[in-house]
């Protein structure tokens, strides 16, 4: 389910995926959702593009620390790559 920030209050975060176009996005939620998942989404910047680097803006989706093996199976499963975990930030 689709969280604020303050639910995770006591908790650590984790980016697992960066969703690039709002479909996108809109899928990830509708996987999360439907698997009870709870996460937080927020709108960040990225950089984009290999000759021309550009600066673009992406749904940043966030777990707690404990479901990122969750969250990461069901990307999986949907056919989505997780951010690789050298990558992975936390909140």
Excluded: N, W
């Excluded at 939620?29 to 000759?51: I, K, M």
């Excluded at 966030?62 to 199976?73: F, L, M, S």
Aim: proline letters at 2%; glycine letters at 4%.
């Amino acid at each position: 389910m689709k969280r604020e920030p303050s639910h995770f209050a006591d908790r650590d975060l984790v980016l697992v995926y960066i969703a690039k176009h709002l479909s996108e996005a809109l899928e990830v939620e509708e996987t999360f959702t439907r698997e009870s998942l709870d996460y937080c989404v927020e709108a960040d910047h990225y950089h984009g593009g290999f000759l021309f680097r550009t600066t673009r803006t992406g749904a940043f989706f966030y777990v707690a620390v404990e479901e990122e093996a969750r969250a990461e199976d069901l990307l999986l499963r949907s056919k989505r790559k997780p951010l690789a975990r050298e990558l992975r930030q936390r909140h």
